[in-house]
């Protein structure tokens, strides 16, 4: 197992369209999560996964947002009509149930142009 | 959530103590205390995690008070890779629920 995996590390798109991020998590790792960090700043927290249940998600998550785990095990991050403020790096981590050490991706750094 | 205030940043020397200390102080019984590194362009990386008293493994300590509501992480004798950001975190886990709540870290810097 190599870690967590995040494709693809890099999206540029045009303002208004769609896109649509992956992450392959630590295998039979029950605990998924998606994170949005800007520079300067520290990973903001988007929502998470327990199995295949998405246990919480953050206000300051808009409609445009939405993110599944079908079968407990890879997810899904779309952004629908990308705004420039979308900009970010994404980040994806997991972990077992009941452990504080979760294990990050390299991130996907969306640039919106 | 309990939240956390650490210092903005940092600066040290190589081959000094670097102590970073977390205020916490609405922490909860089942709440545990966890540090995490993170480099730039990398994701965190999880350091080290403690409830109460000491904590100490190959890379850093944990000093967690009686009172529980604050903790401080002790590296020892830094060099320069040690520059980074260092999160504070309070984690509640019980059965399925908790999270990890980032604030904005302290920024470490490390000089020659």
């Known amino acids: 197992d190599t870690g967590v995996s995040q494709n693809p590390r890099h999206k540029i798109t045009k303002r208004g369209q769609n896109v649509t991020f992956r992450c392959d998590p630590i295998?039979?790792?029950?605990?998924l999560y998606w994170y949005r960090q800007t520079l300067g700043q520290g990973p903001e927290f988007l929502t998470y996964?327990?199995?295949?249940?998405?246990?919480?998600k953050s206000r300051l998550l808009s409609d445009r947002f939405s993110a599944e785990r079908p079968k407990g095990s890879f997810s899904t991050l779309e952004i629908q009509r990308t705004e420039q403020g979308d900009s970010a790096m994404y980040l994806c981590?997991?972990?077992?149930?009941?452990?504080?050490?979760?294990?990050f991706g390299q991130g996907t750094r969306l640039t919106v142009v | 959530l309990a939240k956390t205030t650490q210092p903005i940043s940092m600066d040290s020397y190589e081959g000094q103590e670097v102590n970073i200390t977390c205020s916490h102080n609405?922490?909860?019984?089942?709440?545990?205390i966890t540090w995490y590194q993170q480099f730039p362009s990398q994701g965190p990386r999880f350091i080290i995690q403690?409830?109460?008293t000491k904590v100490t493994n190959e890379v850093a300590s944990l000093f967690i008070p009686a009172d529980r509501k604050s903790s401080t992480l002790s590296l020892p004798r830094v060099s320069l890779s040690d520059t980074a950001v260092y999160y504070c975190?309070?984690?509640?886990?019980?059965?399925?629920?908790?999270?990890?709540?980032f604030g904005k870290g302290t920024k470490l810097s490390v000089k020659p």
């Open positions: 403690g409830y109460k």
């Open positions: 609405n922490i909860a019984t089942n709440d545990y």
């Open positions: 975190l309070v984690v509640a886990f019980v059965g399925s629920q908790g999270n990890l709540i």
């Open positions: 996964f327990q199995n295949e249940a998405q246990l919480e």
């Open positions: 981590a997991s972990s077992p149930t009941g452990s504080t050490e979760a294990f």
């Open positions: 295998s039979e790792h029950n605990r």
